[in-house]
C-alpha cells in the first residue's frame, strides 16, 4: 500500500500526518507503531490521520496506543488540512476521535 504522508514538527514533537485511508482503528494503530518507529520507521511521536470529508482528527501514539489531545498535534492537523485540502472555511470545530 502506497501512502502519502507529511513530517511535521512543533516545539520538540514530532508528527507524520496522512489523510484517511479508510482503515480500521486497529489498522491505524499497527500503522503508528511502523511508521513512527525510531529504529525502522521515522521516528516521530504521533500518527495522526485526518478524515478530509467528516474533518476527523485521529491522534495515535508511536506505540500504538489512542493519544489524548495534544496541542501541537493540533496546530499541525489545522496547517496540513489547509495546505493538503485548502478548505477550513466550513469548520467551527474540530472532532477528535477519542475513545
Do not use: P, Q
Request: charge should be negative.
Amino acid at each position: 500500500m502506497d501512502i502519502k504522508f507529511k513530517k511535521y514538527h512543533a516545539l520538540g514533537n514530532n508528527f507524520l500526518m496522512i489523510d484517511e485511508l479508510g482503515l480500521s482503528r486497529e489498522d491505524y494503530f499497527k500503522l503508528a507503531e511502523t511508521m513512527c518507529c525510531d529504529y525502522s520507521g521515522f521516528g516521530t511521536d504521533e500518527l495522526i490521520v485526518l478524515g478530509a470529508e467528516d474533518k476527523k482528527i485521529l491522534h495515535v501514539n508511536k506505540d500504538g496506543t489512542l493519544a489524548a489531545l495534544c496541542g501541537n498535534g493540533l496546530r499541525c492537523s489545522a496547517h496540513y488540512f489547509w495546505e493538503e485540502h485548502k478548505n477550513l472555511k466550513d469548520i467551527d470545530f474540530i472532532k477528535l476521535m477519542m475513545g
